[in-house]
């Protein structure tokens, strides 16, 4: 979308452990100051490289395995459902997998839709290595080609960046759902420097040495301005307590977006959300073109209690 990082908020690797983010902060201050070079190396390669998760989801139902190419990665995808079906395509975000949408790619076959979900470059059985922003939006490209077109993309974190900068390249999406999709590159390198304590001119070489490689200057990935010109209907959910992508950034990118829908959840974080039956329920039936969607999940009852 308009805006979007090359990741969402980078957590500490789930294999070091929290305990060892002090160190980490304490190495990077030190390797700024003594050697700025190699913290930047360092520093660029936590920063592109995705962590594993430690279980793997089971997949959403029997599915047709295939291989896509996309750029240097080869892409792992599933699709089932109707094959005349209007389709959905399902893009998870950093450091998942694509059956990580399988509550959801459950809701839509039910549906009668077309399925298609897929493991990001550098994530599951697309491989490994470094990876960025505009890696999943070329995925994104290559599977309208091979599999589209698709009536509906839905995207969460940094999957539902990577479809917005798609739609602004005119990719021919007839819908979009974000899901706790980030607003800004340049903010989410604030938070990653503070998180391993890099300091101002290490992360700004890590920046340019990450705009020299793929092309794109973090400020116009920033552009949420863009948006005003992607006219197809909407829907971001986010929840009020997400840790890694706080909620106003879907109140901001939302309301650049002419055709666009804001829902909020309640205690859901950043990956229940995809699990959550209600909101799984409310984004199915906006993909079926229901328009009579609620604005914040648990509904409150009516009247509402006094707090």
Same mark, same amino acid.
């Given at each position: 979308?308009?805006?979007?990082?090359?990741?969402?908020?980078?957590?500490?690797?789930?294999? #070091? @452990? *929290?305990?060892? =983010? +002090?160190?980490?902060?304490?190495?990077?201050?030190?390797?700024? $100051?003594? /050697?700025?070079?190699?913290?930047?190396?360092?520093?660029?390669?936590?920063?592109?490289?995705?962590?594993?998760?430690?279980?793997?989801?089971?997949?959403?139902?029997?599915?047709?395995?295939?291989?896509?190419?996309?750029?240097?990665?080869?892409?792992?995808?599933?699709? #089932? @459902? *109707?094959?005349? =079906? +209007?389709?959905?395509?399902?893009?998870?975000?950093?450091?998942? $997998?694509? /059956?990580?949408?399988?509550?959801?790619?459950?809701?839509?076959?039910?549906?009668?839709?077309?399925?298609?979900?897929?493991?990001?470059?550098?994530?599951?059985?697309?491989?490994?290595?470094?990876?960025?922003?505009?890696?999943?939006?070329?995925?994104?490209?290559?599977?309208?080609?091979?599999?589209?077109?698709?009536?509906?993309?839905?995207?969460?974190?940094?999957?539902?960046?990577?479809?917005?900068?798609?739609?602004?390249?005119?990719?021919?999406?007839?819908?979009?759902?974000?899901?706790?999709?980030?607003?800004?590159?340049?903010?989410?390198?604030?938070?990653?420097?503070?998180?391993?304590?890099?300091?101002?001119?290490?992360?700004?070489?890590?920046?340019?040495?990450?705009?020299?490689?793929?092309?794109?200057?973090?400020?116009?990935?920033?552009?949420?301005?863009?948006?005003?010109?992607?006219?197809?209907?909407?829907?971001?959910?986010?929840?009020?307590?997400?840790?890694?992508?706080?909620?106003?950034?879907?109140?901001?990118?939302?309301?650049?977006?002419?055709?666009?829908?804001?829902?909020?959840?309640?205690?859901?974080?950043?990956?229940?959300?995809?699990?959550?039956?209600?909101?799984?329920?409310?984004?199915?039936?906006?993909?079926?073109?229901?328009?009579?969607?609620?604005?914040?999940?648990?509904?409150?009852?009516?009247?509402?209690?006094?707090?």
């Amino acid at each position: 979308m308009s805006s979007i990082a090359l990741h969402p908020p980078l957590r500490v690797r789930r294999a #070091a @452990g *929290p305990s060892l =983010a +002090p160190v980490l902060r304490h190495y990077f201050r030190f390797a700024s $100051r003594v /050697a700025p070079e190699l913290a930047r190396r360092q520093a660029e390669r936590l920063f592109t490289t995705p962590p594993r998760p430690r279980s793997v989801a089971p997949a959403a139902s029997p599915a047709r395995r295939e291989t896509v190419s996309a750029g240097r990665h080869d892409l792992a995808v599933w699709s #089932a @459902g *109707p094959a005349g =079906a +209007p389709a959905v395509l399902l893009a998870h975000g950093w450091g998942g $997998r694509g /059956a990580q949408m399988g509550t959801l790619a459950t809701s839509l076959l039910a549906a009668g839709r077309r399925v298609v979900w897929f493991d990001q470059p550098g994530h599951g059985d697309s491989g490994h290595g470094r990876v960025g922003l505009p890696d999943f939006v070329q995925a994104l490209h290559a599977l309208v080609a091979t599999h589209g077109p698709f009536y509906t993309a839905v995207g969460h974190s940094l999957g539902g960046a990577a479809i917005g900068l798609a739609l602004r390249e005119r990719a021919d999406f007839g819908r979009a759902v974000f899901i706790g999709a980030p607003a800004s590159m340049r903010e989410h390198t604030l938070r990653f420097s503070a998180l391993i304590g890099i300091s101002p001119r290490v992360r700004e070489a890590m920046r340019r040495r990450i705009e020299h490689r793929y092309n794109v200057r973090f400020d116009d990935i920033d552009r949420i301005d863009a948006l005003g010109d992607v006219n197809v209907p909407a829907l971001f959910v986010h929840d009020v307590d997400d840790a890694q992508v706080p909620f106003e950034h879907a109140l901001r990118l939302s309301a650049a977006m002419p055709q666009a829908r804001l829902l909020r959840t309640w205690g859901l974080g950043h990956n229940r959300v995809l699990k959550d039956a209600a909101t799984v329920a409310a984004v199915t039936h906006f993909i079926c073109g229901d328009e009579a969607l609620p604005e914040v999940l648990p509904a409150l009852p009516q009247p509402a209690p006094i707090y």
